[in-house]
């Protein structure tokens, strides 16, 4: 198998004394690892490109037998500088690239994965501001949605009630919709979404990274999100942060 791919670089390791192995993100294949033979000794093969962040256009090969991938060649297309360069946006990009990885985005759903988390870095890369501090976390909610877990925000899903009507309405994690108070469900997880709450996922939902700093997060607002997306994230992708990285739950 053999293919020409745009890639962003998720994780890079050393074996022997001039090999490595290459973890990426790409639209066509998603998650993937590539060995790049003699990579350290070559520079004219991947000048610049084997680091963590950079957005790559690889050559990918395989073995005679099919068993791996191998990196024939890449063109570096861009290294995020500024990004690299300040530790808060630094912080918020590893962040980001460890739930993709974690995700493990196959080939159904790659293209949505690689667009969003090259979205992010460009945002993180070309703000003027540093974004927010929940920004990794609006990361996680969106990359989960776009994976086929697509909750709704906007109304009661029993009565049809609109979520800025309710007083007090609760998301039902197991499900993925919300309820009001009157509808709320007996059995199975169910945590409080204020208006304010509901209104701020069905927006996340819907905007890319670059509209997320308009989001409102007033204290009541930020707490529901937080719960909210991490308990989704968990119950519908497996994944939670813990000891600086995300395990499967």
Not at 24 to 44: D, K
Not at 94 to 120: I, R, Y
Not at 180 to 199: D, E, I, N
Request: aromatic content about 10%.
């Amino acid at each position: 198998m053999e293919f020409t791919e745009k890639a962003l670089v998720l994780k890079v390791g050393r074996f022997r004394e001039n090999d490595a192995w290459v973890r990426c993100l790409g639209p066509g294949h998603g998650v993937f690892t590539a060995f790049a033979f003699g990579a350290a000794r070559s520079r004219r093969r991947f000048c610049g490109c084997l680091d963590t962040l950079n957005l790559v256009l690889f050559q990918v090969g395989s073995s005679k037998r099919g068993a791996y991938l191998t990196l024939e060649e890449g063109t570096l297309l861009h290294g995020f500088p500024a990004l690299k360069a300040e530790s808060s946006r630094l912080g918020m990009a590893v962040n980001c690239l460890k739930f993709a990885e974690a995700v493990e985005a196959g080939p159904a759903g790659a293209k949505a994965a690689f667009e969003l988390l090259l979205d992010s870095l460009q945002v993180l890369e070309e703000s003027s501001e540093p974004p927010t501090d929940v920004f990794p976390l609006f990361f996680r909610a969106k990359t989960a949605f776009e994976q086929g877990f697509g909750p709704d925000f906007s109304a009661c899903h029993v009565c049809g009630k609109p979520a800025e009507e309710m007083e007090s309405g609760f998301f039902v994690v197991e499900k993925g919709r919300l309820s009001c108070a009157a509808c709320r469900p007996t059995v199975g997880l169910c945590l409080p979404a204020s208006a304010g709450t509901a209104l701020t996922l069905d927006r996340l939902g819907r905007s890319r990274p670059a509209e997320w700093a308009r989001l409102d997060m007033g204290g009541l607002v930020r707490r529901q999100c937080y719960e909210i997306i991490e308990r989704f994230v968990a119950y519908h992708l497996g994944l939670t942060w813990d000891g600086g990285r995300f395990r499967k739950v």
